[in-house]
């Protein structure tokens, strides 16, 4: 018997990349269930314009104010409301316009759009991971006070929120967070001094925008997942462990107090997840690849190199020390990778920045909300004048 829905208004903030273009192609196809109300993104005009005249939503947002003339010309004979400025993504995140905001904005960016539409009551399918590595203390508990539901879209994160369904009542032993291990598995540092940014960027099974694809190279990608990971499912660090699974079938696992282990499995399409958070507590029909498991028959897991991989180490460090350590942690990733995609700085090189950065940014263990700003702003700063930018 065919469920009866209830058709959401969907706010996707961060149009433009990877999470977002992938949801309008879910959107697309389950026209019935899903309508596009918000559209947003930062500097891509040009895309932001041809989906505005595809979709038709309510509003759109361009980051940029100095392309707000482009946009507002090319949409002038549509009804398509049009905005510009990083404080009109705030104002728009919290109209209530949408049910459901898909939190596509890439790093800190995404942040207090997040929040006000938390503060607004609106439920959050949330693909960016750092308002959890940011602020995740303040994040949850303003989720929870404002009963909005945070559906995580990380495929990892999609997979342990998959498996608890059902077990609200039963204790999680430990977690486990399956990694690719990237481009460069099993590599060394004598291999790793000489990388750049076009191999960095080839991702062995999923397809990613460039910070994300270089966070998964490093595995600063999987140091954020659980740091994001404490927060979603209220964990203690020793609760978390990652494991390197370069089939990337098996998405992550729950292990319960009795010893058994829940497992979500699938092929590596990020839009499974993203269809999951957008139509939760449903799950809807779609044409995707199905896996097969006469293909692939095989499963393998192994611990990370820390050793060679440091910022895993620097993450985790972050994490078991918690305050605004994996805050200052993440500013200092983002501006190192921002550096490496310019071309202006070393891969491994990206480590020994967020290292320095760690050690001389002043730690507070119990931050405010406006201390969070404040080591971001401090971290990035001291960030760029090490590299010199």
């Avoid at 997040?114 to 989720?143: P, S």
């Avoid at 440091?310 to 993450?315: E, G, I, K």
């Avoid at 972050?318 to 942690?329: F, K, R, S, W």
Wanted: proline fraction near 4%; charge should be negative.
């Amino acid at each position: 018997m065919e469920q009866e829905y209830i058709k959401k208004r969907i706010a996707i903030f961060g149009s433009t990349g990877s999470i977002g273009k992938q949801a309008l192609d879910v959107i697309e196809k389950n026209p019935d269930k899903f309508s596009v109300e918000v559209l947003t993104a930062y500097s891509n005009d040009q895309l932001l314009i041809e989906q505005a005249l595809v979709y038709n939503p309510n509003i759109v947002v361009i980051g940029d104010e100095n392309k707000y003339g482009n946009v507002k010309e090319a949409l002038a004979k549509t009804d398509v409301k049009v905005f510009a400025g990083e404080d009109a993504l705030e104002e728009v995140a919290g109209m209530d316009v949408y049910d459901l905001m898909l939190a596509a904005i890439v790093g800190f960016a995404g942040f207090r759009p997040t929040i006000k539409a938390i503060e607004n009551g609106k439920a959050i399918a949330l693909a960016n991971k750092e308002t959890l590595v940011v602020a995740g203390d303040i994040v949850m508990n303003m989720a929870v006070e404002n009963r909005v539901p945070v559906i995580p879209v990380d495929s990892e994160h999609s997979a342990i929120f998959q498996c608890l369904i059902g077990e609200t009542r039963n204790r999680i032993e430990k977690i486990y967070l399956t990694a690719s291990g990237g481009p460069f598995i099993g590599r060394k540092p004598n291999y790793l001094v000489n990388v750049k940014r076009e191999h960095a960027l080839q991702h062995p099974n999923w397809e990613m925008g460039a910070k994300i694809s270089i966070d998964s190279a490093t595995l600063m990608n999987k140091g954020l997942e659980m740091i994001e990971a404490k927060w979603l499912f209220n964990l203690k660090p020793s609760q978390i462990e990652v494991l390197i699974h370069p089939q990337s079938a098996i998405h992550s696992m729950v292990q319960f107090e009795d010893g058994s282990i829940k497992a979500q499995i699938g092929l590596p399409d990020m839009r499974l997840p993203i269809q999951y958070a957008m139509a939760f507590p449903n799950r809807i029909r779609n044409d995707h690849p199905r896996f097969d498991f006469k293909r692939m028959n095989t499963f393998t897991f192994e611990e990370p190199d820390l050793k060679t991989f440091r910022n895993l180490a620097l993450a985790i460090e972050a994490l078991e020390t918690g305050g605004n350590l994996p805050c200052i942690m993440n500013a200092a990733n983002e501006i190192a990778v921002y550096a490496f995609l310019k071309n202006r700085i070393g891969f491994l090189e990206m480590t020994d920045v967020i290292e320095k950065v760690m050690g001389q940014v002043d730690y507070i263990q119990k931050p405010t909300l406006n201390d969070y700003f404040e080591s971001d702003a401090e971290a990035r700063t001291l960030a760029a004048d090490i590299i010199k930018l």
